[in-house]
């Protein structure tokens, strides 16, 4: 069983910058597929980025621009880099990895982070 840990979340003001991150708990998960997800009060969880190992890389109308999703494969981890932070992209954000572990291939979700921007 791999387990994702998230972090980077918190407080910020409108304008400010974020960084999340998700780690994989094993460096024999094989990362192929990367993105991040969040969900605002009341609203379904929505995909704002999204990344396939040697494929184009997807960002919702909604952050384009402002955000950036990486990986670092020595540290197993993903990132989330969110910049010029809106009022409406408060929320909890989930990381969702997919890969190669144990001989298949699992797709697993992070626990939530929770980011709020403040006006």
């Known amino acids: 069983q791999v387990q994702l840990v998230e972090s980077g979340g918190g407080l910020v003001q409108a304008g400010g910058s974020l960084r999340l991150s998700c780690a994989a708990s094993?460096?024999?998960?094989?990362?192929?597929?990367m993105g991040w997800y969040r969900q605002a009060p009341g609203k379904q969880r929505e995909l704002v980025a999204a990344?396939?190992?040697?494929?184009?890389?997807n960002y919702a109308d909604s952050v384009k621009g402002r955000f950036t999703i990486s990986t670092d494969n020595a540290k197993n981890t993903v990132y989330l880099q969110m910049n010029s932070l809106k009022p409406e992209d408060t929320g909890v954000y989930y990381c969702?990895?997919?890969?190669?572990?144990?001989?298949?291939?699992?797709?697993?979700w992070g626990q939530g982070t929770q980011v709020t921007v403040s006006s």
């Open positions: 990344k396939t190992t040697g494929r184009s890389t």
């Open positions: 094993t460096s024999r998960f094989s990362i192929d597929d």
């Open positions: 969702n990895l997919a890969g190669y572990y144990s001989g298949g291939y699992y797709r697993y």
